[in-house]
């Protein structure tokens, strides 16, 4: 497999940047990165140094593929952020999440009580068939849906989401269960595996399968491999991302910091369902220890994020693609300053 030039330059920062650099010395490897890989000027690199977030569009092999790298420097320390990260029931709660709800163990019906369908939603189904549907779903679930709804009883839309909530909540078992084995098959644009779009995007992120195996083996064959120390949490959210649907998600997260990357701790988001727009996605925040000129805790926060999407043309009057980057651009933006607050114990403006 070719790495990319931009993953290649990554692998270096993941090894020399776990190891603290001297108090008057910014780290050599992240600055050839960030000017060399990313393509950060001058004036940019010294934003990274006095705290600024900075946020790049990175080349991606797909035009249907979008991947957004951003960095930012915080005060405090990287044990105290990890906790933050690992209080699911706070950290996953932002700005850009309408709703939010995480499955127990074992998961119940409680967990996605506030799952709700849009009138909009129930008309979409209503229509949907495979390979011309407005909703991701298997060619099996249209099916289903189309015999166990009464079409015809004026409470579609109430007997659609007590549907969806019941098919989250198996789903979520199941996956707790089998794995990747579990995902489902995209039938709405034709034949697509989400375990499989996972692991293609997974593969163009070659610097986890090389600097933290121990975290690439564990999402990949989870529930099966362990890792000691890991915090995990399977959740559901709605987004509404300007000029996008919204959109619900099913996530796995896992927190987590590989014995192969002292000062170093990874939280890896691997995307197990979408009903819209999203064929896979993958977010992967490095927190990692950084060395400052007075001693204080400082840290670098490192975070890439690649989503696959089912239809994403580019050009002409409407962009697509141009206009969902930038939006992904300004949400990048937007949380990197939100963590810096958060790792720094105060509240984002």
């Given at each position: 497999m070719r790495i990319p030039p931009y993953s290649r330059a990554l692998l270096l920062i993941l090894v020399a940047i776990a190891a603290p650099a001297s108090a008057q010395e910014r780290p050599q490897a992240l600055t050839q990165f960030l000017r060399d890989a990313i393509g950060l000027d001058a004036t940019q690199l010294a934003l990274v140094e006095r705290g600024e977030a900075v946020v790049k569009v990175i080349e991606t092999q797909s035009p249907r593929d979008v991947a957004i790298f951003g960095i930012i420097t915080a005060s405090g320390s990287r044990d105290a952020y990890v906790r933050h990260l690992s209080d699911f029931e706070r950290s996953?709660?932002?700005?850009?999440?309408?709703?939010?709800?995480?499955?127990?163990?074992?998961?119940?019906?409680?967990?996605?009580?506030?799952?709700?369908?849009?009138?909009?939603?129930?008309?979409?189904?209503?229509?949907?068939?495979?390979?011309?549907?407005?909703?991701?779903?298997?060619?099996t679930e249209m099916t289903r849906i189309q015999e166990r709804i009464d079409w015809a009883s004026g409470d579609q839309r109430a007997q659609l989401t007590a549907y969806a909530r019941q098919r989250l909540l198996d789903y979520a078992t199941d996956y707790r269960a089998r794995g990747d084995a579990a995902m489902v098959v995209y039938d709405d644009r034709g034949n697509v595996r989400a375990s499989d779009a996972f692991a293609d995007l997974l593969a163009q992120s070659p610097y986890v399968y090389?600097?933290?195996?121990?975290?690439?083996?564990?999402?990949?064959?989870?529930?099966?491999?362990?890792?000691?120390?890991?915090?995990?949490?399977?959740?559901?959210?709605?987004?509404?991302?300007?000029?996008?649907?919204?959109?619900?998600?099913?996530?796995?997260?896992?927190?987590?910091?590989?014995?192969?990357?002292?000062?170093?701790?990874?939280?890896?988001?691997?995307?197990?369902?979408?009903?819209?727009?999203?064929?896979?996605?993958?977010?992967?925040?490095?927190?990692v220890d950084r060395a400052a000129p007075n001693g204080s805790a400082e840290i670098y926060l490192l975070v890439l994020r690649r989503f696959r999407f089912d239809n994403l043309p580019s050009g002409g009057l409407l962009n697509i693609r141009g206009k969902v980057v930038g939006s992904l651009k300004d949400q990048m933006l937007a949380d990197l300053i939100r963590d810096k607050a958060a790792a720094e114990g105060r509240q984002a403006r």
């Open positions: 996953l709660r932002t700005p850009a999440r309408t709703r939010v709800g995480i499955f127990s163990e074992p998961a119940t019906l409680a967990d996605v009580q506030s799952v709700n369908l849009e009138r909009q939603d129930a008309d979409d189904l209503r229509k949907c068939r495979p390979g011309k549907c407005d909703f991701k779903l298997p060619a090389r600097y933290a195996p121990s975290l690439a083996r564990y999402l990949a064959t989870y529930p099966r491999a362990k890792a000691e120390g890991v915090r995990d949490v399977l959740f559901w959210s709605e987004t509404a991302a300007p000029r996008m649907r919204r959109t619900l998600t099913v996530s796995h997260l896992a927190v987590y910091s590989p014995p192969e990357l002292p000062g170093t701790t990874l939280a890896a988001a691997k995307q197990i369902y979408a009903n819209h727009y999203f064929e896979a996605a993958f977010d992967l925040t490095t927190i």
